[in-house]
């Protein structure tokens, strides 16, 4: 990884991004293992973790009946995963491969959902309707670098008491050095608005390589997340921070159940993951906050 002295602009960082997901599909289809998803009540780990989570916050404790708005959903094994749960499901993403193979596996599965090809930043404009609960999964928000308008489409996208979840890795994870042979500092905590540039052949998931090895990513704190949820007119219910990966972010985490963690002795020093459940204001002075210019 290297800072990038002069951050590209955003059409061109998007782009160089796209072409690297798109490479992602087809090594993605191997690693993801969707061939266990031809079970009908296999659920993904990562869609059992957050239902367990989203449960004390929906009605009946369930996405059942829900219309469901899953954003950055890659090849939807996660999407197909909710709508096996019993929600309606709109799954959203930027790259073309992504969502034909989405759309491939749920017509394989006999799962009915919609699929919308478009940049998450304009995600509002793109998707029609609105929503119960929007869902955001692990390895999402470092790719965008604009962490207000992304917490907008959220807002705008759900009803009134409507219910917004993220779980993503931790940004405290992301300045670790991931090749040290122990925990050590090296990349930004504190985003300054610069891109970090990546140069890497590799996926988190799978043996194969890509031919679009460039990426550009932001570093977002933790107070900078929350703070861009409430001001768009999000109230923060409950936020959790966690120790459990779904994939393997550094060589020496070990395997554990649902996923990777540090070693059991380094385990309590960094968190990996954080959890938000949000929900968008409905009373009086919610489309104020919405319409605040952040600080």
Not at 87 to 103: H, N, Q
Not at 162 to 189: C, M, N
């Amino acid at each position: 990884m290297t800072e990038s002295p002069t951050p590209p602009d955003w059409a061109s960082a998007r782009a160089a991004n796209r072409a690297n997901w798109e490479d992602r599909v087809p090594l993605h289809e191997v690693a993801y293992g969707t061939g266990a998803l031809e079970d009908p009540a296999y659920l993904t780990s990562g869609i059992r973790t957050d239902l367990a989570a989203l449960a004390p916050f929906l009605p009946d404790g369930t996405v059942s009946g829900l219309d469901v708005c899953h954003l950055q959903c890659h090849i939807g094994t996660d999407t197909l995963s909710l709508a096996r749960a019993g929600a309606r499901v709109t799954g959203v993403d930027f790259s073309p491969a992504a969502l034909a193979s989405a759309a491939a596996l749920a017509e394989r599965l006999g799962l009915e959902a919609t699929w919308v090809e478009t940049d998450v930043l304009e995600a509002r404009t793109a998707v029609t309707g609105d929503f119960d609960l929007v869902y955001t999964s692990i390895g999402t928000i470092t790719w965008l670098p604009d962490l207000e308008r992304w917490a907008r489409q959220v807002s705008d996208l759900l009803r009134d008491g409507g219910t917004f979840y993220i779980r993503d890795g931790h940004p405290s994870l992301y300045s670790v050095d991931e090749d040290a042979p122990t925990l050590e500092l090296r990349h930004p905590y504190f985003g300054d608005g610069g891109a970090q540039q990546w140069d890497d052949d590799s996926t988190y998931a799978g043996d194969g390589t890509v031919t679009h090895t460039r990426t550009y990513e932001w570093a977002h704190p933790l107070s900078a997340i929350v703070n861009a949820l409430l001001g768009a007119g999000l109230e923060l219910l409950r936020m959790d921070e966690g120790t459990i990966l779904p994939w393997k972010f550094s060589p020496r985490m070990v395997e554990v159940p649902d996923g990777y963690a540090w070693p059991e002795a380094e385990r309590p020093l960094v968190p990996c993951t954080y959890t938000i459940i949000a929900r968008k204001s409905s009373g009086p002075g919610a489309a104020d906050a919405r319409e605040r210019p952040p600080r």
